[in-house]
């Protein structure tokens, strides 16, 4: 009986422990903002990220919005993302009191003027990971080729290097701990690492650009205090997502095939002190990792979960976390078969009636009542019909109609004073990203060039008993094209096996 009790107080103080060494919260959030997060951050109470929405047919790049939520998930501001930004792959961090995102290739850089309510280019971004009186530290990541980690001395200007590709480094007493991988260095005097043959230069890497060395293999002058080596390459269980220093320990964020982990190193071995209460994968974007630590105690890390629509990211300040989940209830409108067919009757008989004189900010307003995804893209589009017209590219909403079809409207309009001069109705079968969707929907082609036949055939007789018949018709095995000419306006019907488009444009 003496045995158990003793077992049982060894429990309760265990429990103890861990709740006095780390202090945990949770909460939850809701938002409502199209598309899926890019790199996020937490700044001075509110929530700094990148989302990232489909370009459709449009374009195979990618297509981002940036948002300032407040403490409630509310959005604050919505700022434009600059052209060289629209890329797949870009930094957004922190640096003296200001927030900056840097281009991964060619590292344009910029930073958020938020009286402007805009990003401002500036010099571009220089590779640092962690700065104090001493040193400053720098990191570059050469793909397989591997990575380095050099130490500038700041009294000296010499580097030191060791192999670690893009750490996230500590400072606890005296020592610098770099975390990358599934290993853990500790350096105690960083001039006892390998003196640089070939230091880090802000020239060389940056503004020259494409700049490639092998990485480095080296941990002289360093000790492993960690390393996890008992993982599959093609189906990893463990990963290290940050470190941390608090109660004057370093503390490790971790995730095994089991659980997600707050653990200590001792003797070689990651001891879990505290395991989260809900499945959560903190994640570290491979681009995402400038300046990640603020004042040695404060940082924040993504974290993904089972649902495509709950994620988050963990803060951490000092010995308190804070996990804080994000539920998106964003879903793009459905609007179904009946409600479209009507929108597009009334909306074609007021274009149709009042071409002459129709506006962009008109037929914004008309999108934007219906609540319609806007996919207007930054880059140039024309139109063959206009060619010598001085246009923009065109402003293009989408809305869905069912499971298999959308419709995607185009705007051309003047550069001058914003006339309308070509608009395009195009239907066209969903969008799939998801690659066993791909997959089945080979078997719908069939069904969709039905439905496509199906609506040339309504949107004909709906044409022909407002404007009588066509002036021309042109039937071949694959496709059927007609057209109807009145006064100054041409409209054009055309259907084939991938979609079905309508015209309508001043001669």
């Not at 700044?43 to 403490?71: A, M, P, V, W």
């Not at 434009?80 to 344009?108: A, G, W």
């Not at 003027?113 to 962690?130: A, C, E, F, H, R």
């Not at 079809?405 to 003047?414: A, C, K, N, R």
């Amino acid at each position: 009986m003496k045995t158990v009790f003793q077992i049982l107080i060894l429990i309760f103080t265990t429990v103890s422990c861990q709740t006095q060494e780390i202090d945990v919260n949770y909460e939850n959030i809701e938002i409502n903002i199209p598309g899926k997060p890019g790199p996020w951050i937490k700044y001075d109470g509110n929530y700094y990220c990148y989302f990232e929405t489909d370009n459709d047919k449009f374009s195979s790049g990618s297509k981002h919005q940036f948002y300032i939520l407040d403490r409630n998930g509310k959005i604050d501001k919505r700022i434009d993302v600059p052209k060289v930004l629209q890329t797949f792959y870009y930094d957004l961090y922190i640096k003296n009191d200001t927030i900056f995102t840097t281009e991964y290739y060619d590292h344009n850089t910029f930073y958020l003027d938020q009286n402007k309510n805009s990003w401002v280019k500036t010099k571009k971004g220089i590779d640092l990971y962690y700065e104090d009186n001493n040193y400053s530290v720098y990191s570059l990541d050469f793909g397989e080729w591997g990575g380095v980690t050099w130490f500038k001395d700041k009294v000296t200007n010499k580097q030191y290097e060791v192999g670690a590709t893009t750490p996230i480094v500590n400072k606890l007493n005296n020592a610098y701990y770099l975390t990358s991988g599934k290993s853990i260095l500790k350096i105690i005097d960083p001039k006892k690492l390998d003196k640089s043959k070939e230091p880090y230069d802000y020239k060389k890497a940056v503004i020259d650009e494409r700049y490639h060395r092998e990485g480095s293999n080296s941990i002289n002058g360093a000790e492993i205090i960690y390393e996890y080596k008992n993982d599959d390459y093609f189906n990893p269980k463990f990963s290290l997502a940050t470190s941390f220093a608090a109660n004057n320990k370093l503390y490790h964020l971790y995730k095994d095939s089991i659980s997600t982990n707050i653990g200590v190193v001792k003797n070689d071995s990651l001891i879990p002190i505290y395991t989260f209460k809900s499945k959560i994968r903190p994640f570290k974007w491979y681009y995402d990792s400038r300046n990640p630590i603020q004042n040695n105690d404060y940082q924040t890390v993504q974290f993904q979960t089972d649902s495509e629509n709950n994620y988050g990211i963990i803060e951490i300040n000092g010995k308190s976390f804070n996990v804080i989940n994000f539920k998106n209830t964003y879903r793009e409108p459905v609007f179904g078969k009946v409600e479209l067919t009507e929108w597009f009757e009334n909306t074609f008989d007021f274009y149709y009636s009042n071409f002459n004189n129709l506006h962009l900010d008109k037929i914004d307003k008309i999108e934007q009542n219906l609540n319609a995804t806007d996919l207007t893209q930054s880059h140039k589009i024309s139109h063959f019909l206009l060619d010598g017209k001085d246009v923009e590219t065109p402003r293009i909403y989408r809305k869905i109609e069912s499971s298999e079809l959308s419709l995607v409207t185009m705007y051309y309009y003047s550069r001058k004073d914003k006339t309308i001069e070509l608009i395009e109705f195009e239907w066209e079968k969903n969008k799939n990203n998801n690659f066993e969707d791909i997959i089945n929907s080979t078997s719908e082609e069939s069904k969709i060039e039905t439905l496509y036949e199906s609506k040339f055939d309504w949107i004909s007789n709906y044409l022909q008993n407002k404007i009588g018949k066509p002036t021309s018709s042109i039937s071949e095995k694959s496709s059927v094209e007609q057209k109807w000419i009145i006064d100054n306006l041409t409209i054009g019907l055309k259907y084939n096996k991938r979609k079905l488009e309508l015209r309508m444009y001043k001669k």
